[in-house]
C-alpha cells in the first residue's frame, strides 16, 4: 500500500505536463472550433494554470504549438517511466519534478503580481515584505503544486536515504 501510495505521489510532475499537454491541445480545438463551449471551458479552466509555463516554453526559437504538444506529452510519458522505476533513475526523477514545480510555482509568482502599470518595474509582493501564501489560482492549481511539491519531497527523501545507506556501510 505505501509503495501504491509513493508511485502516486512521483506520478505527479507528469499529470502537470500532461495538464501542460491537455492546454495545447485545448488552444488548437480554439483554433479550429472557435464556438465550442467545450473547448472555452477547457481552454479558461487550464489557463490560469499553464499560461506562464506555456509561454515560456513558446519562447524558445523554434517552439511551436505542435513541438511543444510533442515535448509535453514525453516528458509526461518520461515521468510515468520514472515513477515506476525511482530508484533506477533517481537523479532524472529529481530533475523531472523540480522542473515542475518551478513550473507552477512560476504561475503562481505571476499570480501574486497582477497589477496594471509598468509591473515589471515594481517589486513583486515578497520583496516588499508581504510573506503570506501566495495565491493559488484554481483548486486544480492547489492540487498540482501540492502533488509536484509531494512529489519533489519524495525525490530529496530517495536522495537522502541512498546518501545515508551509502554512509552506514
Avoid: K, N
Wanted: charged share 10%; net charge positive; aromatic share 10%.
Amino acid at each position: 500500500m505505501r509503495t501504491a501510495m509513493f508511485t502516486l505521489v512521483r506520478l505527479g510532475p507528469s499529470l502537470a505536463y500532461a495538464t501542460a499537454a491537455v492546454f495545447l491541445i485545448s488552444m488548437l480545438l480554439l483554433e479550429y472550433s472557435p464556438s465550442s463551449p467545450s473547448a472555452w471551458w477547457l481552454y479558461m479552466a487550464i489557463l490560469p494554470i499553464m499560461r506562464e509555463p506555456i509561454y515560456l516554453l513558446f519562447a524558445v526559437p523554434g517552439v511551436g504549438i505542435w513541438i511543444a504538444t510533442a515535448i509535453l506529452i514525453l516528458a509526461s510519458l518520461f515521468g510515468i517511466q520514472l515513477a515506476l522505476q525511482p530508484q533506477r533513475h533517481l537523479r532524472s526523477g529529481f530533475i523531472h519534478a523540480h522542473v515542475a514545480l518551478l513550473a507552477i510555482g512560476l504561475t503562481m509568482g505571476r499570480a501574486a503580481v497582477a497589477q496594471a502599470g509598468l509591473s515589471s518595474f515594481s517589486l513583486p509582493r515578497l520583496l516588499r515584505g508581504d510573506w503570506s501564501f501566495l495565491p493559488l489560482s484554481s483548486p486544480l492549481g492547489t492540487l498540482l503544486f501540492i502533488v509536484v511539491l509531494s512529489a519533489c519531497i519524495c525525490c530529496h527523501r530517495r536522495i537522502l536515504e541512498r546518501i545515508y545507506r551509502s554512509g552506514a556501510e
